[in-house]
């Protein structure tokens, strides 16, 4: 399949058009997961619709770039605006996939192909992590294991780092693994060490404000804060004083409330969290758990370790450190965020991986010398 005589029959260029035109399609597909995976909903059924007024869109409506352009950014029946979004994740795909081809094309199409497997991932976790602090394990475990997988049958995406010649198969898996350890334990320590750093944060709210701990997330005015990003380990503490507090089957007037992951006390009272499937409280401050980075982070840089090998996983940490500081001090400055305001690092890891694929080797290469 991967014979580079059956590819050069064809001229390059036309292999560029058809990865252009593709990844636009994948773009289109991509929408569709950034959209339905935070949720919880499929992304099978039901087919495409407008998120406005539920309109089924028939395939002469849902070509990639050109429906949106056509109908000028507006739903074919209501006329209600579909986000700018849709087009840019489209025409980003395609542009990707594009640059993949350009890159190593002419050397590898087997590995061209696997990186925008792997740059898809990137746009898709990019978009969800910005916008649900998220990074889905249908992405991060499901790349763990893709990349595996593509190790094994694309030896090729493991090169020698001193002579960048091809590994054998059990060379590239070897590598793929090592990538795996090195990228998911080193962000892992990360964690950790920021843990004893910057183990509490507190949340002030407008006065009487609700809060509700459902069976998988915080509530809070404005976010959602999925419970593993609170307990991570087994003595993190949820603690806030509770003007009004519901349960399912009682109120109080008034409580001291800690949370952990085993109990929930409510002054003097003691409950297993097992047995408690909702509560609601009203309060104007809450000093919650936290982490400097997340576990979705943990297993998004041991994924791209399983595609590119641990020293992109050295190379995206660092990188995406810098471009994360810079962005953080920009809207800082521009008095767009707060210094306690949360940010998403996932698009910043892959932002890194994405210049290591299209140019990190080389830079490295000279940095090093």
């Not at 399609?25 to 059924?45: D, Q, T």
């Not at 809070?220 to 399912?248: H, N, S, T």
């Not at 001090?329 to 940010?343: A, C, G, N």
């Amino acid at each position: 399949m991967f014979d580079p005589m059956i590819w050069a029959a064809v001229p390059f260029h036309f292999w560029s058009v058809v990865l252009l035109l593709f990844g636009s399609m994948v773009g289109s597909f991509l929408n569709v997961c950034i959209h339905r995976m935070p949720r919880g909903l499929s992304i099978v059924s039901p087919p495409s619709h407008c998120p406005h007024c539920g309109y089924s869109i028939p395939w002469y409506l849902n070509v990639p770039l050109v429906t949106w352009l056509w109908l000028r950014g507006k739903c074919a029946n209501c006329r209600a605006a579909i986000s700018a979004r849709y087009f840019l994740v489209e025409l980003l795909t395609g542009l990707l996939f594009f640059g993949a081809w350009l890159a190593v094309g002419q050397s590898s199409a087997a590995v061209a192909l696997v990186y925008c497997v792997l740059l898809a991932g990137f746009v898709a976790a990019t978009f969800i992590d910005f916008e649900h602090f998220i990074i889905p394990d249908e992405i991060t475990l499901g790349g763990i294991a893709v990349g595996f997988i593509c190790s094994a049958i694309v030896p090729a995406l493991h090169p020698d780092w001193l002579s960048w010649a091809t590994a054998s198969h059990a060379a590239a898996l070897k590598r793929s693994a090592l990538g795996m350890a090195v990228g998911g334990g080193v962000v892992y320590a990360i964690l950790r060490f920021g843990k004893l750093l910057f183990g509490r944060q507190t949340f002030e709210f407008e006065q009487s404000s609700r809060i509700v701990f459902t069976e998988t997330a915080l509530l809070l005015p404005g976010q959602e804060v999925p419970y593993e990003e609170i307990f991570y380990r087994r003595g993190d503490r949820v603690e806030f004083e509770a003007e009004k507090l519901e349960m399912v089957d009682r109120c109080y007037p008034t409580a001291l409330v800690c949370v952990s992951p085993t109990e929930l006390r409510l002054g003097d009272d003691v409950f297993k969290t097992e047995e408690v499937h909702h509560l609601e409280a009203v309060t104007n401050r809450i000093t919650l758990p936290r982490e400097a980075m997340g576990l979705g982070d943990v297993k998004f840089m041991a994924a791209i370790g399983a595609f590119l090998g641990w020293q992109a996983t050295l190379f995206s940490l660092m990188f995406s450190a810098v471009i994360g500081s810079i962005v953080g001090v920009t809207l800082i400055l521009l008095r767009k965020q707060e210094w306690s305001s949360r940010l998403p690092y996932g698009p910043y890891i892959a932002l890194a991986a994405v210049v290591w694929i299209f140019g990190g080797k080389q830079l490295t290469a000279w940095w090093l010398r």
